[in-house]
């Protein structure tokens, strides 16, 4: 039978009512069918839009931040739905991280924000009544949560018992390796449990200078993401994640673990410069491009590796400080509705769309993010890519993410102080305990 007969054939079984969508999505693929064209099936195979659906009309504009990879992606969501529902607008807002948040939190102040955001820090703003509770509209219009989500995932986005929003993705973080520049300068791919003594020897040997510059960094990590290597050093940030009392990072073992970080930068100068790192802007292009033999980050850099000509990588998980167990990050952002929407209708029925399994199929094909589902982190579509084998090894070893309203602010002044450390100057521990007076009344807010 031909291509065409067995999509003929696999769209009249599952219009029959004789397979789950799970099921179609798993065969259709197989097929060889890309995941928009999944996505259209998928509208023919459900038949007629609901009568919400069906009432819902007008403009809506959504918010998020991504890659130019990540965007192309959001893009081909909003044309599925768009198919889907001809009778709602969406009108996006997309931009870079660094360039989102000016934005938001203008629009916040102005009671303007998007009717439907991608967000993280989700507790703060539902403190700020800028979100809807979504337990009580899903039971005001008879719908109900989707499905698959553990506790700890959603606690990331509750409020005074409030749920506020549901995660897209997992933050899941690892190492990613150019299988090239470490074959020049002779070395072995680094294995699954190595520690930070191993990266800081394998990044010396990486770093090529011509004279006393830089040719090739040996290694990049985001100074935005403090947090983690306090972690990985074994030390807490509060006395509770959830409900926090008072800080516990101004410590021995905290500072050791920002400090060896920063010597990376500083003493044995393998990793670009503290205002190149904050976050993974200038990492993912300068890996790309041969600069850099090894780089942390996320799932966002995968689409940019793999459109890169030449470009020969692998990916391995977090190293481990001796002594601690190795440690990632857990969580991740996910979808709000607007308090401020003045198309609630519309505006639920893109949120609803979005949450589902048909944009998460799409994401997922897109290549960009690190699902947040248990069942899809352990499907044979995800895993039939040997670098996400290691991302699911990872998300297991998250930490707990902070989700109380004052995190922002009291990451903020943390960050602010940690500045000195990461230009060297500072010692970590002088940095740390200068962090915590602003970081005390942040928290006391």
Excluded: C
Aim: cysteine-free.
């Amino acid at each position: 039978m031909d291509n065409a007969s067995d999509i003929d054939q696999l769209v009249d079984e599952a219009s029959a009512g004789s397979m789950s969508r799970l099921a179609f999505i798993t065969r259709a693929l197989a097929l060889g069918l890309s995941t928009s064209a999944v996505a259209t099936l998928l509208g023919d195979v459900e038949g007629p839009i609901s009568a919400f659906a069906a009432k819902a009309k007008g403009n809506i504009s959504f918010s998020s931040w991504g890659s130019p990879d990540e965007q192309t992606t959001i893009n081909k969501v909003l044309d599925v739905f768009h198919r889907r529902y001809p009778s709602i607008t969406v009108t996006p807002r997309l931009a870079s991280w660094t360039d989102y948040w000016p934005k938001y939190n203008a629009d916040v102040a102005a009671h303007s924000t998007a009717d439907v955001q991608f967000l993280t820090l989700v507790p703060g703003y539902a403190q700020k009544g800028a979100l809807y509770e979504l337990r009580g509209l899903l039971k005001k219009h008879n719908k109900q949560l989707p499905k698959g989500y553990t506790q700890a995932q959603l606690e990331l986005f509750e409020y005074k018992k409030g749920l506020f929003g549901v995660p897209r993705d997992n933050d899941t973080k690892v190492i990613f390796y150019n299988k090239k520049l470490l074959s020049q300068a002779g070395v072995k791919a680094p294995k699954s449990s190595w520690t930070y003594d191993d990266l800081r020897a394998l990044a010396r040997k990486l770093t090529i200078r011509q004279g006393d510059r830089v040719v090739q960094y040996g290694y990049a990590f985001e100074t935005g993401q403090w947090d983690l290597y306090i972690w990985q050093h074994g030390a807490e940030l509060f006395d509770s994640d959830q409900t926090p009392h008072k800080l516990t990072f101004d410590n021995a073992s905290a500072a050791a673990g920002i400090q060896f970080m920063a010597n990376l930068i500083n003493k044995d100068k393998v990793t670009p410069a503290a205002s190149q790192i904050v976050d993974s802007t200038n990492i993912g292009p300068l890996f790309a491009g041969g600069q850099l033999a090894m780089a942390f980050g996320n799932h966002a850099l995968v689409p940019s590796f793999t459109s890169t000509p030449g470009l020969s990588w692998g990916v391995v998980g977090m190293p481990h400080f001796k002594g601690h167990k190795t440690v990632n990050v857990a969580g991740g952002a996910g979808y709000t509705i607007s308090r401020w929407t003045k198309n609630i209708n519309a505006s639920l029925q893109f949120w609803e769309f979005i949450t589902g399994s048909t944009a998460s199929l799409i994401f997922a094909g897109g290549n960009d993010i690190v699902p947040n589902n248990p069942k899809a982190l352990h499907s044979k579509q995800w895993l039939s890519k040997p670098y996400n084998k290691v991302f699911t090894q990872q998300t297991k070893l998250g930490h707990d993410f902070p989700s109380f309203p004052q995190w922002s602010d009291v990451s903020n002044a943390v960050a602010a102080a940690l500045d000195k450390a990461w230009t060297g100057e500072s010692t970590a521990r002088e940095a740390l305990h200068a962090a915590v007076g602003p970081a005390e009344k942040a928290l006391k807010g």
